[in-house]
């Protein structure tokens, strides 16, 4: 398993440029399987996720390639509607295929995810809601099996929660269903409003989405897509942090700031210069940031995507602050590590506080998901002498190319091939 080394200590400055969307663009994916014929997109991560999804697509029937950062999928045929335990267990987006499966073939098997690192993580929202569009759901041997006489038939959902894939993969089936479909307490997340727009180019009837009730008129058939992924508001945030954590000045070129408002407010609070620029986000920052206190949210509030990040930026700050973790139950784990390099933070339940410290000292960490181990990263960034992040699978699996990008931007940083 690779590692990556970091020799902690210097500001960074710059420029960087932010890749597509990996939460974009796995909705879009599924939603190819809407369409007999060729879709394509662009800007598209060469990220571990995206190709498992590619792989988890291909076992159904259609044909997809892949050339640099385009990927192509024929979905003319789309014989074998099913999901295996082995590609899901992998990844839990691959949830996301279930509407648009059962939506065009009136019949879709798919694995249940099962737990994961950051929590439970269930999947009984999307369920019930596609049983509301008429849906005949039965778990069996680990699966979810799907089955509907005919078209799916437009109906009402009340989401007991936002869930952002949950909105998606209703989107999808509701985009092919006879009739009328109204969402309700929806995800508002900008990849939810990206996936409905890249619908809409199918040729889907779809209003409201951003907002938290979505109505859409289903249509009898739909048009492959061609489509550009938006940038990754999450990388965008993480490198905005890279640059606060540090004290640096860095240029994040492609970064939206209507997509990272909670997360810009934040590192303006604990004093980060942050400008919006025709080319994208600046974050300038003072060598110490202040204490903030923050909790996350479904957006627009703030990303827990964004969470670790922010808390590792925070553990050297000026003062103590309060990070409540209100969407995952176990989403903590970075804490213990953060503390193995010397960060103050106490964690009762969803709440963590932390205790900025003058300096954290390098060591060997490693983290069990993705954006706890870019929080490691940043805090190696900062840190006195070497941090070693052991598992950087889990980075691979939502950063392209992280550490190029801070290479590029003067950290000392490099990966260790295993
Ligand atoms: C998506 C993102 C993930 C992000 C998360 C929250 C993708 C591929 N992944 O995950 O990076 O961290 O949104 O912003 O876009 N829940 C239920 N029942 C359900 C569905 C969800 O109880 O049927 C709960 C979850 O356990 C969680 C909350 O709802 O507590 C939000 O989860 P959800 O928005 O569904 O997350 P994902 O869509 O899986």
Redesign the pocket.
């Known amino acids: 398993m690779d590692s990556i080394e970091i020799e902690g200590g210097r500001p960074l400055h710059g420029e960087v440029t932010v890749s597509g969307s990996k939460?974009a663009t796995?909705p879009q994916i599924a939603a190819a399987l809407l369409a007999p014929g060729r879709s394509t997109f662009r800007n598209v991560p060469d990220l571990a996720d995206i190709r498992t999804m590619g792989r988890l697509i291909a076992n159904m029937g259609p044909l997809v390639s892949s050339d640099r950062g385009t990927l192509s999928i024929d979905a003319t045929d789309l014989s074998n509607p099913e999901a295996p335990y082995e590609l899901v267990k992998t990844m839990?987006?691959s949830v996301l295929v279930l509407g648009p499966l059962v939506a065009r073939c009136g019949r879709a098997r798919v694995s249940l995810p099962g737990g994961c690192a950051i929590?439970?993580?269930?999947?009984?929202?999307?369920l019930k809601a596609l049983q509301a569009l008429g849906a005949r759901i039965e778990l069996t041997h680990g699966y979810v099996e799907a089955q509907s006489d005919g078209r799916l038939r437009g109906g009402r959902v009340l989401f007991d929660?936002?869930?952002?894939?949950?909105t998606e993969n209703l989107l999808m089936a509701a985009a092919l269903a006879d009739g009328e479909t109204v969402l309700e307490n929806c995800?508002r997340?900008p990849?939810v409003v990206a996936l409905a727009e890249a619908l809409v180019s199918m040729g889907a009837r779809i209003e409201g989405a951003g907002s938290s009730t979505i109505h859409i008129q289903g249509v009898a058939a739909l048009r492959p897509l061609d489509r550009a992924v938006i940038p990754d508001r999450i990388e965008a945030g993480t490198l905005l942090a890279a640059a606060a954590i540090t004290g640096g000045d860095v240029l994040v070129r492609g970064a939206r700031a209507v997509d990272l408002e909670a997360a810009i407010a934040k590192l303006r609070e604990a004093g980060a210069a942050i400008t919006e620029e025709p080319a994208g986000l600046r974050c300038k920052a003072p060598a110490r940031l202040d204490a903030v206190d923050f909790i996350t949210a479904?957006f627009p509030g703030f990303?827990?995507?964004l969470q670790a990040q922010l808390m590792a930026c925070l553990s050297v700050a000026r003062g103590a602050s309060r990070v409540v973790e209100t969407?995952?139950e176990n989403r903590f784990m970075h804490v213990q590590e953060l503390a193995r390099m010397g960060a103050d933070i106490a964690v009762d339940g969803h709440t963590a506080v932390v205790r900025g410290v003058e300096r954290l000292s390098g060591a060997p960490v490693m983290a069990t998901d993705l954006r706890a181990s870019a929080s490691l990263v940043l805090a190696g960034l900062r840190a006195e002498g070497k941090t070693i992040v052991q598992r950087v699978y889990h980075l691979d699996r939502g950063y392209e190319g992280l550490e190029q990008k801070l290479a590029g931007l003067g950290a000392r940083i490099r990966r260790i091939k295993a």
């Open positions: 939460n796995l839990r987006a929590g439970a993580r269930p999947i009984d929202q999307h929660l936002p869930t952002v894939t949950g995800a997340e990849e479904p990303p827990t995507d969407v995952f």
